[in-house]
């Protein structure tokens, strides 16, 4: 009987450490053609972030950084102030480290593209 409740814990505790920090929502959303710069990126994940492991960063299209401050990280948001963007292409980089300690990362671009 021991044997069986050891188990039972061990699997739950399995399935509940498992969890990793996807992102569910970004601002400028991924492929987004803006008529107007953002100021900012911020990024909506699905677990609470550790501050000091995750991060964001922009690059115009050459690569160049066009971030204005240092990223930041709270709860389940994570975010990074713009320097005043000019008409292009852009590219969003991010690191997230779960405070559960599982890493995700990814990309994805946006355009600005004033009328």
Request: no cysteine; proline share 7%.
């Amino acid at each position: 009987m021991t044997v069986r409740i050891a188990v039972v814990i061990l699997l739950a505790l399995t399935g509940s450490a498992s969890a990793h920090a996807f992102l569910l929502h970004a601002r400028p959303a991924a492929g987004a053609t803006l008529v107007s710069p953002p100021k900012d990126v911020n990024l909506d994940f699905s677990e609470a972030l550790e501050p000091t492991f995750s991060n964001v960063a922009v690059v115009d299209g050459s690569g160049h950084p066009v971030t204005a401050a240092a990223s930041a990280a709270r709860g389940t948001r994570m975010s990074v102030a713009l320097q005043p963007l000019k008409p292009g292409a852009y590219s969003v980089t991010w690191h997230a480290l779960s405070v559960d300690t599982h890493r995700t990362q990814g990309s994805f671009r946006f355009t600005v593209k004033p009328r």
